[in-house]
């Protein structure tokens, strides 16, 4: 079997994978969040961040492949890891002949000049998305033959993606919970990411790669359609708002042209509707 490395296996994305990844010699990478007893996946701890560590890492297990998920914007430690991991990853496998998979993501784009395609210039208004689009920038220069995924938001419902969980906290709390109608975005299911993360591994391709959702919805209409999987009808405290009024700066309108994607993979990237009906199938 060959050998498969993940990084952020203890994350939300990364524990997909990891679940999914049953045809591979699975390790996984964590940094702070315990990571499950298992007997078929081999968890190791290190700091991407620390290139001794990624060094010896990569030197022990040689893997033919790598599923970079680490290093989000859900902690100050994550976000400042996104470019030093990348940097570290992607030069490694340079030069060891590794299969490198980097996840970055739509934030890399300001959303105002959508449908945005793989050629498309990053243009990113966050400092995550900043970090997220040099990052895309040092893997390409680094290692040419990588592959950079640019996902929508993740979604899930067992268990809750971190969006979800918010919304779900708020909504427990009786806390005002806003949702913008006017911010758009193409959720990506995260057993079909996983899926099709998995399936590039086998694929001889190299360069950017956009997969998410073919069903561009607004935050509002979303949180609905993801209440309505876990089968919850929102309080009274969940309403619509908008971006404009909010007073922040974020993508308006993040909507992928997802051609390449869909001629390249045989996983098919279901919609919000579609995954809905496999999660709450009529009768
Ligand atoms: N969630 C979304 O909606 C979304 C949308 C588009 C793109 N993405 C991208 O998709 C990927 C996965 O997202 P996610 O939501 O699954 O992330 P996540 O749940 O926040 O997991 C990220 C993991 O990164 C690990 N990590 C952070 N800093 C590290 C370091 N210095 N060394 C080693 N590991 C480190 C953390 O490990 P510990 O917990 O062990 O500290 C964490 O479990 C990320 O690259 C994110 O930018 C996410």
Not at 27 to 32: D, G, T
Not at 66 to 80: D, F, G, M, R
Not at 160 to 179: A, C, N, S
Request: hydrophobic fraction near 35%; proline fraction near 9%.
């Amino acid at each position: 079997m060959p050998t498969i490395l993940i990084t952020g296996g203890a994350g939300y994305l990364g524990s997909h994978l990891v679940k999914q990844s049953i045809q591979w010699d699975t390790h996984a990478s964590y940094l702070h969040t315990a990571p499950p007893v298992s007997n078929r996946v081999t968890y190791h701890r290190c700091d991407l961040s620390d290139k001794d560590q990624v060094l010896h890492l990569l030197t022990r297990l040689r893997p033919s492949a790598i599923i970079h998920t680490a290093c989000s914007s859900q902690t100050q430690k994550s976000l400042t890891s996104i470019l030093p991991a990348a940097r570290n990853l992607a030069e490694i496998t340079a030069s060891m002949g590794t299969h490198f998979i980097h996840v970055s993501t739509d934030m890399v784009f300001d959303g105002e000049n959508s449908p945005y395609q793989e050629e498309s210039p990053p243009s990113p208004v966050s400092p995550y998305g900043k970090a997220k689009a040099q990052a895309e920038t040092e893997v390409s220069g680094l290692n040419p033959r990588a592959v950079i995924v640019r996902p929508s938001l993740i979604y899930g419902i067992d268990p809750p993606d971190h969006q979800t969980q918010w919304l779900l906290e708020g909504m427990e709390k009786g806390e005002p919970v806003r949702l913008f109608t006017d911010e758009i975005r193409c959720p990506i299911w995260v057993e079909t990411l996983s899926l099709a993360l998995l399936e590039l591994v086998e694929i001889d391709y190299s360069g950017v790669l956009h997969i998410a959702g073919p069903q561009p919805l607004n935050r509002w209409d979303f949180g609905l359609a993801i209440l309505g999987m876990l089968q919850r009808t929102p309080t009274p405290t969940v309403r619509p708002s908008t971006l404009a009024e909010s007073g922040l700066t974020r993508p308006r309108d993040l909507t992928f042209d997802l051609g390449k994607a869909q001629i390249l993979l045989k996983t098919p990237l279901l919609s919000v509707t579609e995954v809905h009906q496999r999660l709450n199938p009529p009768g």
